[in-house]
């Protein structure tokens, strides 16, 4: 069973940073791809940005310019450096692997940005 833990979320004020990394506990990591997903209040769950096995780069249009996904295969890890956060990105954020019909998912972590 694949385990996907987040981490780095937290409070922010508008302007500032932060960056979210998931380690993933799974063989060959290197083989899935990646996302992040936020889901804010009242909201549905939407894409951030992806990241391929074979390093292939997406992101929401609303983050483009201010997020940037990023993936370690040596460590397991992906990351999301989130800057110029607005109060609009307060959401939990989720870590997503998949590869196939496979897809699982880590537990979230809240990020708020207010003043």
């Known amino acids: 069973q694949v385990q996907l833990v987040e981490s780095g979320g937290g409070l922010v004020q508008p302007g500032g940073s932060l960056r979210l990394s998931c380690a993933a506990s799974?063989?060959?990591?290197?083989?899935?791809?990646m996302g992040w997903y936020r889901q804010g209040p009242g909201k549905q769950r939407e894409l951030v940005a992806s990241?391929?096995?074979?390093?292939?780069?997406n992101y929401a249009d609303s983050v483009k310019g201010r997020f940037t996904i990023s993936r370690d295969n040596a460590k397991n890890t992906v990351y999301l450096q989130m800057d110029s956060l607005k109060p609009e990105d307060t959401a939990v954020y989720y870590c997503n692997l998949r590869r196939s019909a496979y897809n699982s998912w880590g537990q979230g972590t809240q990020v708020t940005v207010s003043s």
């Open positions: 799974v063989a060959a990591f290197s083989i899935f791809d």
């Open positions: 990241i391929t096995s074979g390093g292939s780069i």
